[in-house]
Nanobody, 117 residues
Framework: QVKVVESGGGLVQAGGSLRLSCAAS??????????MGWYRQAPGKQRELVAG???????NYADSVKGRFTISRDNAKNTVYLQMNSLKPEDTAVYYC?????????WGQGTLVTVSS
């Protein structure tokens, strides 16, 4: 069974930085890890894609975070990271990791990021 666990959320002042990590366990020759991504959901809003990265390293970002956030992955560790710089209060949300596994997707439980003004 594949699981993903996020870490690194917390409280930070506007302009500050945080680094989120998401580690996938249970990966094997049977359960293959494909693209991974970070989503977020703010109170009262729908979940949205923040950034994604393929197994080959191609990335895509939401317009709202371009130039501030950087997604990366370590395939040897089955881990994806999200470096968040110049944080704004509107970045406050629960951040979820999503991992493509075979033909499906696995979601983490989320980590809360709160940016104070």
């Amino acid at each position: 069974q594949v699981k993903v666990v996020e870490s690194g959320g917390g409280l930070v002042q506007a302009g500050g930085s945080l680094r989120l990590s998401c580690a996938a366990s249970g990966i094997s020759s049977i359960f293959r890890l494909n693209a991974m991504g970070w989503y977020r959901q703010a109170p009262g809003k729908q979940r949205e894609l923040v950034a994604g990265i393929t197994s080959g390293g191609s990335t895509n970002y939401a317009d709202s975070v371009k130039g501030r956030f950087t997604i990366s992955r370590d395939n040897a560790k089955n881990t994806v990271y999200l470096q968040m710089n110049s944080l704004k209060p509107e970045d406050t949300a629960v951040y979820y990791c999503n991992a493509g596994v075979n033909r499906g997707n696995v979601w983490g439980q989320g980590t809360l990021v709160t940016v104070s003004s």
